[in-house]
């Protein structure tokens, strides 16, 4: 069945990717790409696809209702899969009542347009991307399971925790179609570089310091950007209505493991002389709240939806760092302008 599916938040990270996947994949639908074209939407991401015939951008904010009601009526959108967010966990601290407005009262506008326009539900689907930091924080043991309790500490996590309630309540109340899935943290190309592993790939490029929070030991499990798009897209065509679905692939590291790691292979890569990466290593005054540990256990979407992930983390970490090696253009592009004054503020003064 064709269908019409509006992607929001499709200019960032993790939508770019899910964008190009879906325009590539699926001829038979049309892919509308609604951003806002915040600090962390950047359309080069979309160069390879934006002449797609299957494929439209629209420059939107998704906390304009009005607006989205038109968009949804105007191009009789069918499905909605739902990314558009404040996603970085330190904005959140220096910054909450954006992340309120965006993750909450964005996510409740669009699930307001949806109820209004959407009368046969049998045709529709509003899926919405959340993160696993929902759950909380792990000890030394254990797993997020989908009914682990939410227990959010950061103003990030509860804004998206929020968001999952909203569109849980949105089903429970008015029947609207949803499905859920929570992921754990993301790494690729096209990641904006605030986030740990491209900022580390840009500071060690120009030579800057490498701020580790804490003593380093705060343990995250990374999926690479691409499958968790093929999890979407797994979880799209074939999810439960009402269902959640944890998206992980037991690939735990302690941050100052991987940090290592991805110092040598950058040496290696530029052809450093060993150990010179490593040298930039800062211990910096640690995050407010920050999370010892997140672990997901993805039993649930492997045994019914028969997804896993493809890459090895060495593998995947190795290509990242090749993509933003070769795409320095990009880098350079993102990183200009305002984002040196977030730079200067978040971590020289640390
Ligand atoms: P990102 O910050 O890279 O991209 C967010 C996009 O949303 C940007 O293109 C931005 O312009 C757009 N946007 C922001 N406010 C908007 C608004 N008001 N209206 C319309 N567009 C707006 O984020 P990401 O890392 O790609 O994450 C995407 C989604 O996946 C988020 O909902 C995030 O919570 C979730 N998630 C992220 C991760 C991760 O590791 N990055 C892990 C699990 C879940
Ligand atoms: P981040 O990429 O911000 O993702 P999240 O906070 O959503 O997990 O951070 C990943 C881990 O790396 C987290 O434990 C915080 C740590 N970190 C640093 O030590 N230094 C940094 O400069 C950044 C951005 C993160």
Known sequence: ????????GGAGFIGSHLVKLFVRKYPDYKIYNLDAL???????????IEQSKNYEFVHGDILDLPFLENLLVEKNITHIIHLAAESHVDRSISDPLIFIKTNVLGTASLLQAA???????KDHLFYHVSTDEVYGSLGEEGYFYENTPYDPRSPYSASKAS???FVRAFHHTYGLPVVLSNCSNNYGPYQ???KLIPLFINNILEMKPLPVYGKGINI???????DHAVAIDVIFHGGKIGDTY?????????NIDLIKLLCQ?????????????EKLITYVTDRAGHDMRYAIDASKIKNELNWVPSLQFEEGLSETIDWYLANKEWLANVTSGEYQNYYDQQYLKR
Not at 38 to 48: D, F, H, Q, V, W
Not at 246 to 254: Q, R
């Open 1 to 8: 069945m064709s269908k019409n599916v509006l992607i929001t």
């Open 38 to 48: 915040t600090y962390a939407g950047n359309l080069e991401s979309l160069k390879e």
């Open 115 to 121: 109820r209004k326009f959407w009368k046969n539900q």
């Open 163 to 165: 968001s999952d309630h």
């Open 192 to 194: 904006f570089p605030e």
């Open 220 to 226: 995250r499990d990374w999926m690479y950007v691409k």
């Open 246 to 254: 944890n998206i992980g692939g037991h690939n735990e590291w302690k």
């Open 265 to 277: 292979q950058m040496d290696q890569k530029l052809n450093r002389p060993k150990g010179t990466s």
